[in-house]
């Protein structure tokens, strides 16, 4: 239903108050295989010029960006979680936090797409998917649980989805790779964690 973007399910989510451990794993499940995706394209896509005097440092990679980049996405959505929470009580509307947060965990699960970003060239698409969809369900999702209108659930998944982005792009750029997925690309090879080349 959640894949679905079926408003019935979000609502039965929000009602759920044992549904807050799903949502996590629902997160934590998503930004993992987004960093595998990150991991994969160092070995498939990302991989240096025959010319260069480096290559990937896969071990620091898997430390940075798939595990350290879990904690730091998953904080990320707790700030996304958070800034729609004060845009809708800004605009007046009723909203429960733990109501807000299992509904918009379940919805971060088509980050999960993002595994799919390893393919040469396919990088931005899977990205861009992975966005689009999550942000509709994340929309769908809080409009279901909140009843507020649409407008205000559009503006309010946004300004937490820019933030969120934004923080992202910024601990995963260059070669801190502190960011699981695509943030952690740039998506150059350069950017990837990288160590001299041994001939």
Known sequence: GVL???????RAIADDEGALDGAFVAVVGA???AGIGGLLWTQWGGHPPANATFEIDVR???TRSVLLGTVTQTGAWLLW???TYLYLRAFGEQVGGTRLAR???YAFAPMGVQLFIAPPGMEIAAAAVAFGYTAAAMIVGVEA???AARGRVVLSVLVGLALFATLLGLLGNGTSDLA???FALDPLPTSVG???LRR
Do not use: N, S, W, Y
Not at 4 to 9: I, R
């Open 145 to 147: 649980a909140t009843g």
């Open 194 to 196: 990288i160590v001299p």
């Open 81 to 83: 979680v958070a800034v």
């Open 60 to 62: 620091r990679f898997i």
């Open 180 to 182: 699981p997925g695509i």
């Open 103 to 105: 509904v918009m965990g």
């Open 31 to 33: 930004t993992l295989l």
């Open 4 to 10: 679905a973007l079926d408003p019935v399910t979000f």
